[in-house]
T-cell receptor, first 115, second 112 residues
Framework: KNQVEQSPQSLIILEGKNCTLQ??????????LRWYKQDTGRGPVSLTI?????NTKSNGRYTATLDADTKQSSLHITASQLSDSASYIC??????????????FGKGTHLIIQP | NAGVTQTPKFQVLKTGQSMTLQCAQD?????MSWYRQDPGMGLRLIHY???????DQGEVPNGYNVSRSTTEDFPLRLLSAAPSQTSVYFC???????????FGEGSRLTVL
């Protein structure tokens, strides 16, 4: 069964500090992996997409990595800001199968940035 | 460009009542889907549609009906609400080339 596991479940850090969120998956055959940011009371918004051939991709202070061999991805946030407080959801897409629509969702990491 | 619009944002129902959550998108995406989000459970797929006239069940379809008469609209119907359907519901459409999901702002439903 395709699965996506995220860690930690929740994380509290001080403003200005860096942090790394983890996503491990067993989705096969792998197509791509996307990180979404969900602010409280809002819908998720895509941050970045990783395909099989990509190891690292940056979007401002967000840097995603992908190790297709170990089936692991990370999202690194540099110099955190209060606006980074949100849930971060890892979603893996299968070439076929996976969820009914080919997507397998992680349960998310809830990040709190304290001033 | 409005993206994905959901209504209502909040709704309180009594057990056994029926209601429809509305979802509309203006990006001409063929694929649309409904999810529910519960604490500790993440987003779970209820129903999805790959185009007008075509719908299919997701992971947790029981108690919900959908229809897709146009590309723009994908309403979710609760025929007889139960307390277990208390949740936050998200509608999404999917960009065909990148696969990116565009979510609405969510509808918070409480069933008493």
């Amino acid at each position: 069964k395709n699965q996506v596991e995220q860690s930690p479940q929740s994380l509290i850090i001080l403003e200005g500090k860096n942090c790394t969120l983890q996503c491990n998956y067993t989705v096969s055959p792998f197509s791509n992996l996307r990180w979404y940011k969900q602010d409280t009371g809002r819908g998720p918004v895509s941050l970045t997409i990783m395909t099989f051939s990509e190891n690292t991709k940056s979007n401002g202070r967000y840097t995603a990595t992908l190790d297709a061999d170990t089936k692991q991805s990370s999202l690194h946030i540099t110099a955190s800001q209060l606006s980074d407080s949100a849930s971060y959801i890892c979603v893996v897409s299968a070439e076929s199968g996976g969820g009914a629509d080919g997507l397998t969702f992680g349960k998310g990491t809830h990040l709190i940035i304290q001033p | 460009n409005a993206g994905v619009t959901q209504t209502p944002k909040f709704q309180v129902l009594k057990t056994g009542q029926s209601m429809t959550l509305q979802c509309a998108q203006d990006m001409n995406h063929e694929y649309m889907s409904w999810y529910r989000q519960d604490p500790g459970m993440g987003l779970r797929l209820i129903h999805y549609s790959v185009g007008a006239g075509i719908t299919d069940q997701g992971e947790v379809p029981n108690g919900y009906n959908v229809s897709r008469s146009t590309t723009e609209d994908f309403p979710l119907r609760l025929l007889s609400a139960a307390p277990s359907q208390t949740s936050v519901y998200f509608c999404a459409s999917r960009e065909p080339n990148t696969g990116e999901l565009f979510f609405g702002e969510g509808s918070r439903l409480t069933v008493l």
